[in-house]
């Protein structure tokens, strides 16, 4: 009699816990399964867009005259590709520190930078904290993802992945820098730079770098030639965030921000 209590109490105990526990073992059954699904969708979706044309960056004809020198260029986008190896190493290390600083860590997507950008976002009741990878810029970049959505940018992080098992850091980085838009009408680093300092960019020194990388993220807003008011906190920020990471020292940082934001635009032939 004891040993049928005892027994029925224990199939009682064992349905309890199964039910207890039942309900959240299905739950993470259907949240794990709905992921991988969403993870399958869009990682076939990036599988449908050419890679070669991330590397392909249409440039303005250059017509030559007889001595050899520029006389005009044709139509095309505003644009003067140059290696990476032809760019400031100022420059480079400005761009990593404000868009991407654990670009050399990750496969495509920074997830400590999401959770930060959301957590920051979330503190400051805005989404104004920028996110996205440098592999994922040149992703929206190159190729036609779509407009400003959850969808497009859960295809932007699987086309990013693709890039970044396609090409090389080095790579992705020149690629970068020739193709991000600086503003008044003019792509990558080196055309911004002949545009705004009539310089090359592997000239550039600190205060003109960290003022071009201030640019990416809001180009036409402060525009130097326009806003350089703008354009100098733009660049004072990205002069601190270096500070803080100990790419530069702070005095370097001072003597960078003290030079007057001035523009030598040279209008391109």
């Not at 990388?213 to 809001?218: F, K, M, Y």
């Not at 500070?243 to 940082?253: D, E, F, G, M, R």
């Amino acid at each position: 009699m004891k040993l049928s209590a005892r027994l029925r109490s224990r199939i009682k105990k064992s349905r309890h816990s199964l039910f207890r526990y039942g309900w959240k073992i299905t739950l993470l059954a259907i949240v794990v399964g709905s992921g991988a699904a969403i993870f399958l969708f869009y990682g076939a979706w990036a599988q449908t867009f050419d890679m070669k044309k991330v590397g392909e960056m249409p440039e303005r004809n250059t017509v030559y005259d007889v001595d050899g020198k520029i006389y005009s260029r044709l139509a095309g986008a505003n644009r003067l590709k140059v290696s990476l190896s032809e760019v400031s190493p100022l420059f480079v290390e400005a761009v990593l520190t404000r868009e991407d600083v654990r670009f050399y860590d990750h496969k495509g997507v920074d997830w400590r930078g999401i959770l930060r950008a959301l957590g920051h976002d979330i503190g400051s009741g805005s989404a104004k904290e920028g996110a996205s990878s440098i592999t994922q810029q040149l992703a929206r970049n190159s190729l036609p993802l779509g407009g400003r959505t959850l969808s497009r940018k859960l295809l932007e992080a699987m086309v990013a992945f693709r890039i970044e098992r396609q090409f090389t850091k080095q790579q992705i980085l020149e690629l970068y820098v020739n193709r991000i838009y600086f503003g008044t009408g003019c792509y990558g680093v080196e055309t911004a730079s002949q545009l705004y300092f009539g310089k090359s960019a592997s000239k550039l020194n600190l205060s003109e770098a960290a003022l071009l990388a201030g640019l990416i993220r809001s180009p036409n807003r402060f525009s130097p030639l326009k806003n350089p008011e703008g354009a100098a906190m733009q660049r004072n920020a990205v002069l601190d965030r270096m500070v803080a990471l100990k790419s530069i020292s702070p005095a370097q940082a001072e003597e960078a921000k003290r030079i007057k934001v001035t523009t030598h635009p040279k209008r391109l032939p």
